[in-house]
């Protein structure tokens, strides 16, 4: 499957940005997904998960009731809602699609295929 992350860009401490990841190629209604994301100089992290069927969600205590992951199987599309938004957002965004069925997870290791990544820069 290839995956195609976008979205990104510049906003305002405060403010939002929704973040879309399109698949192609093959269908991802069958498998988790996720969000990761590299900070300046960090390692990459896990930011948000979710199932086949949009009905089970992970999340990292850092965006942990600003952000929300959704996904549309129609349009074989992911998406990660980004609110309130913070300086410390500021990261390369990817998407992820799992190598199996099952549970989503926090392992990037977990996850087969990868997006490009799309800039998030948070100003304060």
């Known amino acids: 499957v290839q995956l195609q992350a976008s979205g990104g860009g510049l906003v305002q401490a405060g403010g939002s940005l929704r973040l879309s990841c399109a698949a192609s190629v093959r269908s991802i209604s069958s498998v988790p997904m996720g969000w990761f994301r590299q900070r300046p100089g960090k390692e990459r992290e896990f930011v948000a998960a979710?199932?086949?069927?949009?009905?089970?969600?992970l999340y990292a205590d850092s965006v942990k009731g600003r952000f929300t992951i959704s996904r549309d199987n129609a349009k074989n599309t992911m998406y990660l809602q980004m609110n309130s938004l913070k300086p410390e957002d500021t990261a390369v965004y990817y998407c992820?699609?799992?190598?199996?069925?099952?549970?989503?997870?926090?392992?990037?290791?977990?996850?087969?295929?990868w997006g490009q990544g799309t800039l998030v820069t948070v100003s304060s």
């Open positions: 979710i199932n086949w069927s949009g009905t089970n969600t």
């Open positions: 992820a699609s799992k190598r199996l069925t099952g549970v989503p997870t926090t392992t990037n290791t977990d996850y087969g295929s």
